[in-house]
Each structure stands twice: as structure tokens, then as C-alpha cells.
């Protein structure tokens, strides 16, 4: 695949960003669509499908929407607020087009509608740390919080950020995740639909990591960010490290 468009680089909606090599040739006129990477196929030219940043890393290429919403996908970890409550299940916002459900059935073993009240375990506010367990867009997407760390989340800070931003804080590898939590000495759990759930050392680290997180939130689109994100933390924490 021959790309024609530099790592980081401003695309919109139709932009050519590549064309196949002949043994990556589709049958002429055929389309292929992936939703995930914001990319599409047609007479072997890869397209954008939206306004977006280019990402290319070892040959794969994706688009980092500017905007947006966050759309679910199965296994993805997520960090979402407790809207409503029923009988048997919550909904969850997990800041997609679509309610999340959260099913009693997994919080509380032996749920019985007659006997559990569902507020005493989780109620309209609290946050909670789970992950999808199905969604196929014909229904609403269901989470689970069984798993290590899952559930509800009863200490630290939650920062909310653009789903859109959420692959520029935690950066290529993990590199901007793991410079944020370094220096900031707080520990962090990224929902892939842009709320950060924090446990900072004291509040002034907080405020630091929060401060940082906005400022990579308002320019993730430009090119040097890690290396101007490490030189606020160096300057504001000073020897708070």
C-alpha cells in the first residue's frame, strides 16, 4: 500500500489517503467500509470518511476523528454514569449514540427482583468502570463488570475528555499514558469513551494531571505534543516528582 498522506496530517471526508499495491488489488467498483479506523475502499484507493487526523504507524493506516461521539465496540473499557435505574438492569451513559444496560444479574449473585433494590447497589450519579460485553447495532450495548477492577467506582477523580481525544492522551504505545502517570505519580484507568478515573497523591498532582489532560485535549492535532506535554509537568510539578 503506497500512502500518500504524512503521519499526524489534517484529512477531510473523500481524501485520497492511499492507494493499494496490486497483490492488495479488490475486484473494480467493490467497496469495503471499516467503521473502526474511519477509513474506506473503493477502486482500490483508501478514503477518509470523516475530518480527522491522519494515524500511520508500520504501514496501518486510521483516522483520529477532530469530533465525535464515542461508538462501542465488544472488550472495550469503558467508564460510564448510572442514568437511569429499573427492575432489573441500569442504564449507563457511556457518551455513545445508544444507552448502555448493566444487568443486576452481574452486580448482585442471585438477583431477585422482589427482594434486591437495584438503588442500593448502584444509583443515578455514581460512575462506574466496566467493559462491553456485546453490542451489534441492533441493540443497545450490554457491559459487564466482572473482571479485575471493574465495577463501581467509589474513590479518586473522574476527568472527562472528548472521545475523540482519547488516543492522543494515551498516545502511541502507551507513551502518553505512561508519561502522564510517571511524573504525576497518579494512577490511571483510560475508558476508551473519554473519561479518565484518576488517583492522584494529593490534590495538587490532581489538578496537575487535570491540567495537563486539557492541554493535550486542546492540541491534539499538532505535531510535538508528548515533548511539550513533558515540559509543563517538569515546569508545574517542579519538586512536587
Not at 485520497?16 to 479488490?26: I, P, R, S, Y
Not at 473494480?28 to 504507524?57: M, W
Amino acid at each position: 500500500m503506497k500512502i500518500l498522506v504524512a503521519d499526524r496530517q489534517i484529512v477531510r471526508p473523500g481524501d485520497c489517503l492511499a492507494v493499494l499495491d496490486k497483490e492488495e488489488a479488490l475486484p473494480e467498483k467493490e467497496l469495503r467500509y471499516f467503521p473502526d479506523k474511519h477509513i474506506y475502499i473503493f477502486n482500490n484507493k483508501v478514503f477518509s470518511d470523516i475530518i480527522g487526523i491522519a494515524s500511520v504507524s508500520e504501514g496501518s493506516l486510521s483516522v483520529i476523528p477532530l469530533e465525535g461521539v464515542y461508538y462501542p465496540r465488544k472488550d472495550d473499557i469503558v467508564i460510564g454514569v448510572i442514568s437511569d435505574v429499573g427492575l432489573s438492569y441500569w442504564e449507563v451513559d457511556i457518551k455513545a449514540p445508544y444507552k448502555a444496560i448493566l444487568p443486576a444479574s452481574d452486580v448482585i449473585e442471585g438477583f431477585n427482583p422482589a427482594v434486591h433494590n437495584l438503588r442500593n447497589y448502584l444509583n443515578i450519579g455514581d460512575y462506574v468502570l466496566a467493559k462491553i460485553a456485546s453490542f451489534d447495532r441492533l441493540r443497545d450495548p450490554v457491559l459487564t463488570t466482572k473482571g479485575k477492577g471493574l465495577g463501581k467506582i467509589i474513590e479518586g477523580f473522574v476527568i472527562e475528555v472528548k472521545p475523540s481525544k482519547v488516543a492522543r492522551v494515551i498516545g502511541k504505545k502507551g507513551s502518553m499514558y505512561n508519561l502522564l502517570a510517571t511524573m504525576t505519580k497518579c494512577e490511571l484507568v483510560i475508558g476508551l469513551n473519554g473519561y479518565i478515573w484518576a488517583k492522584c497523591p494529593d490534590e495538587a498532582k490532581l489538578d496537575i494531571l487535570i491540567k495537563a489532560v486539557k492541554l493535550i485535549e486542546a492540541k491534539a492535532h499538532m505535531k510535538g505534543l508528548t515533548e511539550e506535554v513533558k515540559l509543563f509537568l517538569e515546569s508545574t510539578l517542579g519538586g512536587k516528582t
